[in-house]
């Protein structure tokens, strides 16, 4: 859904809600949407992508240090040097040779992810906006580096660039799955500036996505801040203890 004039959300009038977990940019496409809180929207930027790609392997992952096979998430940079160089390259606009690869097996923990005796891992790099890359090979290469013997145990993988993942996500704006960049004013101006970012100035709509503070991580703070904001507005109760 990439317009919110296409969709049903009840009448605002009746009390109804609408939380949006996107982009701030879906909220552009309300009909009520001030002109400035709209340029303040449009103002927000978007930063770094993710390419992922994703392993169905024969065996265990052949980790050269065994603890690493009990870890369900692993990152794989390399000397400190190596993951500062890595970075910086997405910052300037390219991809270096050994990208700093965050790697999940969750095989580790949940063994009905894969037949007995195989595994799957799914992994991503960071890369520019937009980027079309197929990360295979670089994921695969820095992979084999920490676990040789890797490549001769994936069986298939499937690679899905940057560019694509706006498709799967409209919230991922050019592949971004921050909510937009991280910068030291983005973390104050998330998606603006307000002791309740939240709240937006059209009546019952409230933004609750990694776009508003805290911002990304894997929280759900976002989304627990909106709907208390949203409940408090209502006048309902909206404490930890009257929640639950």
Do not use: C
Not at 154 to 171: C, D, K
Not at 233 to 244: E, Q, R, V, W
């Amino acid at each position: 859904m990439h317009d919110l004039r296409g969709l049903d959300w009840g009448d605002p009038r009746r009390g109804d809600l609408l939380v949006l977990n996107t982009s701030p940019r879906l909220a552009l496409t309300h009909p009520d949407v001030p002109a400035g809180y709209a340029r303040a929207l449009r103002a927000y930027r978007y930063g770094p992508a993710a390419a992922k790609v994703d392993f169905a392997l024969d065996g265990p992952i052949p980790w050269a240090n065994p603890d690493v096979a009990r870890a369900p998430t692993v990152h794989l940079g390399g000397t400190r040097e190596e993951v500062w160089a890595s970075e910086n390259a997405v910052a300037r606009g390219t991809v270096g040779k050994r990208p700093y690869v965050l790697a999940v097996q969750p095989s580790v923990l949940d063994d009905t992810r894969a037949p007995a005796g195989k595994a799957v891992l799914w992994t991503y790099i960071h890369v520019p906006a937009g980027s079309e890359l197929d990360a295979t090979e670089l994921v695969t290469a820095q992979v084999e580096r920490f676990a040789p013997g890797f490549r001769d145990r994936v069986r298939e993988s499937h690679a899905v660039p940057a560019s694509a993942r706006e498709m799967l996500n409209p919230a991922e704006l050019g592949g971004d799955i921050f909510g937009g960049a991280f910068t030291m004013l983005q973390a104050v101006r998330r998606p603006v500036v307000s002791r309740a970012p939240w709240r937006t100035p059209m009546r019952g709509v409230y933004l609750a996505s990694a776009s508003t503070p805290p911002g990304p991580g894997v929280t759900g703070m976002p989304g627990w801040l909106a709907a208390r904001t949203a409940l408090r507005d209502a006048g309902l109760p909206h404490t930890l203890p009257d929640l639950f």
